[in-house]
């Protein structure tokens, strides 16, 4: 059996997706002690995804200093893009590539909680580390947005984890967990397509409106008849992409449209694009926006 790589991976998405000096600063402040997989940014989403790889002693202070920089450099009073977020870092997850890392991961995402808090950003803990199941999900913290975050800690509602009590009044506050490897990927529609279509798509392509287990999906207009459908997919090993591009085709063939291009957002594991439509064409080499890749790219 062969070895397999012992560095953790951690994503953490930044609320800034267009200023190219900034997003180099944010670049710059990872140092050399981790290996940049991968870099992903959208100023629609006006959001960066920073893909990384490392050991505890490499990620754990180039998360603080990256962290450190969004704090000070990004207002989010200042911020209308697209995707959903609560932070100038908005989210910070540590991921495991393999089971055998997984207590590694879950250890360091509790010690970047800790370390984040002490920057002055409250810290929520999701996902699998939520302290109780009504956290589990982003979105229960991402309602409203940082406006409304401030107004729930104010009176009481949201309570974090680690860090202050009350929402950073420029940053304010950030999502940390420990997960597997997800897939996120967005599939822009055939040129014509309205946003309300968009929208009926995402509604019926989440898990919680029918569509396959652990997907999220918000539709976005990119421009004038140009929309995406934005999802995440819990475990795209158990659920391949193409198997939310065939629903998303079922879903929009009675609205006459159905996905042109897809983009991977991040990294994703080889086994995620099994299947993958030959006719759907991913925006840059596909085969090689895979974990497997990128970390056999940089091993030592």
Known sequence: MDAIDNRLLAVPNVSEG???VLIGELRSSLGSRVALLDEHSDPV?????FTLAGDEAGLLPALVRLAGVAIERIDLGLREGAHPRIGAIDVCPIVWHHEALRSRAVDLAGAVAVRLGELGVPVFLYGELASEPGRRERAYFRRGGHVELTRRMREGELVPDAGPGVAHPSAGGVLVTARPPLGAFNLELAPGATLAEGKAIAARLREDGGGPVGVRAIAIELAPGRIQVSTNVQ????VPLAEVVAATNRLGEPLGTRPAVAEIVGLVPAAALAGWPEDLPI???????????RLAA???
């Open 235 to 238: 475990d795209p090993v158990a």
């Open 283 to 293: 925006i840059g080499d596909g085969a090689a926006r895979t974990i497997e890749a």
């Open 45 to 49: 989403h006006d959001r960066t995804v």
């Open 298 to 300: 940089t091993a030592a």
């Open 18 to 20: 267009a200023d190219g």
